[in-house]
């Protein structure tokens, strides 16, 4: 996700939410990325699996207690496994940076326009090629020691970013534009826009694509 403060992102949910009618059973129209004039579906290849993620320990005295965080963190990864088929997504975590393909690094406090954590892409247009230069997550809000359940909710939504996945306009899902607070893990159409998404080609162009962001 871009870094911006979430309030921002606020009337433009609302207005996509959609009141009383049905949601359908996936948001894949917002999932598409912008290549040049075209928009297209870009994932990591299924070949790739399992993704490679580096999960060093949190800064010394940052958190009051690492080893709970990084368990938060880690579950934010692993709460994906297996969602679009057997074994996609997949992940295994290393020890040395240069071998991930998804590296998380530290901040001790967020910043006033991104909230706990964001996820920084590393796409190449040109090439169709999806990738993620880092997942940053902050210990501290406030001065004050991140939340385990707010931590948790974050990491939901920012390994779908770093999966592949677009903002949702409704709120009971853990992509919602404004963020995860109103889902309880994974929806239903979280799973299956993942599932839609790891099925079609990379490139695949997305007719209709929205954008919530």
Not at 36 to 61: N, Q
Not at 72 to 84: E, H, I
Request: proline share 8%; glycine share 8%; aromatic share 10%.
């Amino acid at each position: 996700m871009s870094p911006r403060p979430a309030l921002l992102l606020l009337l433009a949910a609302t207005a996509c939410a959609g009141g009383d009618r049905a949601a359908p059973e996936h948001y894949l129209r917002y999932v598409a990325f912008d290549v040049g004039f075209e928009k297209v579906l870009l994932r990591w290849p299924t070949e790739k699996m399992p993704l490679r993620v580096y999960l060093p320990a949190p800064p010394p005295g940052s958190t009051p207690d690492p080893e709970a965080v990084l368990d938060v963190v880690r579950d934010g990864f692993t709460d994906w496994t297996d969602v679009a088929a057997p074994g996609v997504p997949s992940f295994v975590f290393v020890d040395d940076i240069g071998e991930a393909d998804i590296p998380v690094v530290w901040a001790t406090e967020a910043s006033g326009d991104w909230y706990i954590a964001f996820c920084a892409y590393q796409v190449n247009q040109s090439q169709r090629k999806f990738g993620v230069s880092h997942i940053l997550v902050a210990t501290q809000q406030n001065g004050k020691p991140t939340p385990l359940d707010d931590l948790h909710h974050v990491m939901l939504h920012e390994v779908g970013h770093a999966l592949g996945l677009g903002h949702s306009p409704e709120r009971s899902d853990v992509m919602y534009v404004e963020g995860s607070w109103w889902a309880r893990g994974l929806s239903a159409r979280d799973r299956e826009t993942l599932r839609l998404l790891y099925e079609r080609p990379i490139g695949s162009i997305v007719t209709g694509a929205r954008s919530l962001d």
